[in-house]
């Protein structure tokens, strides 16, 4: 761990109101604390609730769209909403009931924020699956802010907020009667699966669903995703979905992790296909893990391996769209997978298959109102909150810039550490503590190693501006030595 004055300890107090439904208790620091004050400013502000915000609006239009398609007898939507569930959670929640490999790379320290080696800041709403479902939620929204750290740019920010949603189906509900290859009525699992912790390595399969479920399932999650973007974005912008790589299927020991920042290389890939010039993701998928839903893995055709599947969309070039594929990355707009499921004994859910999808709340906004730069999601500036003061989610309105203030650029080169390892996470996250959100962008512009030593040395570009005014040099100056002072101290480098 970094030297400890420089990371300041957890204290309970900092953020009383966001642990008023777990029991009051001290949460002590230990080798793997790495939470932050600045971080902690964050925990509480719950934009995704706050009257007249645009994540509000978003979110309010996504379920518009799942009260509409999903209704019980009696008319009612099934979905329940759960919107308040504090961010601490344990990492047996954010990895352990998720099958997720104790060695995994997910887990490491430079990609969470952990108040101690058994709590963190959840990674994702995935988090709270297991408990929802053990609560005997069948359908379900959960939406919350998740924290990740990450790289410094316009599209990432180490907090922002997920919209998760589960469905389970059992047989009867899913398939139609006689559909089934049983003579008792539709049947949906062939088989038991492994509930061990994944490993990447195998191909075998196992069975679990029938073909007939399969396709219904993916079908089903398919319209559903097709119907948000349909609503959001126009017909016109979102063509129909790529159904044949919708889903990436896991094998019976090799699976994906559910959280859009963990995948794994060699995923399948396509794409929405429409009129614009830049990507976005908008969804990507996976299988959902079996100890939540005890049963089987969704069996597509091919080769079953580790692998996940991510399908895009192709939106206009509007504003704030950058260049390139904006939503790979820790920050990915969301997941999708086919959710497995037979006999649960820790959530005691029976008989059921299901789906689950993740959306990024931050990214369709950008989209949906060509906002350029994450950072504005957390400004209290009436320039910007103003143009969301409406009551109507459904209200047509694209972000105006209240000014635009230039940037300033300045560049740090040092020697990395010979005795302690370094992480350029790390340093991010440092970065973001000291500059806040006068920093725009934080990239590695060199890595040189010396021919002769054999040192490493690495470069980065700062580049700083503020939101709602202009910055002088000598204001950028004092900061960037700041973070000069900090980065040699906590690291252990060498200022070049």
């Known amino acids: 761990m970094p030297n400890n004055s420089a990371w300041p300890e957890w204290d309970i107090e900092a953020i009383p ?12 620091t230990d080798h793997m604390t790495n939470i932050n004050t600045r971080i902690l400013g964050h925990v509480d502000r719950a934009l995704h609730r706050q009257q007249g915000h645009p994540l509000r609006h978003t979110k309010e239009r996504l379920l518009q769209v799942l009260y509409k398609r999903y209704r019980n007898r009696r008319g009612n939507p ?49 988090a709270h699956q297991s408990e929802l479902l053990t609560s005997g939620l069948d359908n379900f929204v959960v939406v919350g802010d998740v924290y990740r750290r990450d790289q410094v740019d316009a599209f990432h920010y ?15 509900e899913l398939l139609l009667e006689g559909t089934g290859t049983g003579a008792g009525g539709p049947e949906i699992l062939t088989g038991a699966p492994s509930t061990d912790a994944c490993s990447p390595h195998t191909v075998v399969h196992q069975a679990a669903h029938t073909q007939q479920a399969v396709a219904a399932l993916t079908t089903d999650l398919h319209t559903c995703l097709q119907a948000m973007a349909t609503e959001l974005f126009g017909q016109s ?10 889903v990436r299927v896991c094998s019976a020991d090799g699976c994906l ?36 839903v005890r049963a089987g893995w969704v069996q ?16 206009g070039a509007g504003r704030g769209q950058g260049g390139g594929k904006l939503g790979t990355g820790r920050a990915r707009v969301g997941a999708s997978w086919v959710q497995a499921g037979a006999r649960v004994g820790a959530t005691g859910v029976e008989g059921k298959v299901g789906w689950a999808f993740g959306l990024g709340l931050e990214r369709w906004a950008m989209k949906l109102y060509d906002i350029p730069d994450i950072r504005l999601f957390w400004s209290t500036d ?39 390892p370094y992480d350029s996470n790390d340093f991010y996250d440092l970065v973001r503590q000291i500059g806040g959100d006068i920093v725009e962008q934080v990239g590695l512009v060199d890595n040189f190693k010396h021919p002769k030593t054999g040192r490493q040395s690495h470069c980065y570009r700062i580049v700083y501006r503020h939101m709602e005014k202009t910055l002088t040099q000598d204001e950028v100056n004092v900061v960037h ?13 060498t200022i070049r």
Not at 94 to 116: A, Q, T
Not at 275 to 292: E, I, Q, T, Y
Not at 303 to 314: E, F, P, S, T, Y
Not at 481 to 493: N, P, V
């Open 237 to 246: 912008e979102c063509r129909p979905w790529q159904l044949s790589c919708l």
């Open 481 to 493: 030595r700041a973070i000069e002072r900090a980065a040699a101290h906590t690291f252990s480098i």
């Open 382 to 420: 009436s320039g910007f909150l103003s143009q969301f003061s409406f009551d109507d989610p459904n209200t047509p309105v694209k972000y105006k810039r209240v000014s635009v203030f230039p940037q300033c650029t300045n560049d740090i080169s040092f020697w990395l550490p010979t005795d302690t």
């Open 158 to 172: 180490p907090v922002f907020h997920q919209m998760e949603g589960v469905k389970l189906y059992s047989a009867e």
């Open 300 to 315: 597509g055709g091919g080769r079953l391996g580790a692998g996940w599947g991510q399908v895009r969309c192709r939106l």
């Open 17 to 28: 109101r966001v642990l008023k439904k777990m029991p009051k208790r001290e949460y002590a």
């Open 257 to 292: 992790l559910t959280s859009p920042s963990h995948s794994r290389p060699g995923s399948w890939r396509c794409c929405l296909t429409t009129a614009g010039l830049k990507c976005w993701d908008v969804a990507s998928c996976s299988s959902v893990f079996s100890r939540l």
């Open 78 to 126: 099934v979905f329940a909403v759960i919107e308040d569930l504090p961010p601490v959670v344990t990492v047996r929640q954010n990895f352990d009931e998720l099958l997720v490999p104790p060695d995994h790379v997910c887990r490491r320290r430079g990609d969470n924020y952990y108040i101690n080696s058994g709590h963190l800041l959840r990674a994702h709403t995935s």
